[in-house]
């Protein structure tokens, strides 16, 4: 789980919109892509996200 307040600050790298954790993941709702967490860290890169519906 990532620390709330680390997860306040952190935003999706393409839209620049809020994220929310959802698993073993971050989403965002306005991209439509979740950028895993691996051992506890987010990789949030564009070419590591997944798209989602």
Do not use: N, T
């Not at 993941?25 to 979740?34: N, Y």
């Amino acid at each position: 789980m990532i620390d709330e307040a680390l997860l306040k600050l952190l935003v999706c790298p393409k839209s620049k919109a809020p994220l929310k954790q959802v698993g073993d993941e971050l989403v965002c709702d306005i991209s439509g892509l979740a950028y895993p967490i691996v051992d506890g860290i987010p990789v949030l890169l564009i070419e590591e996200a997944r798209k989602i519906s």
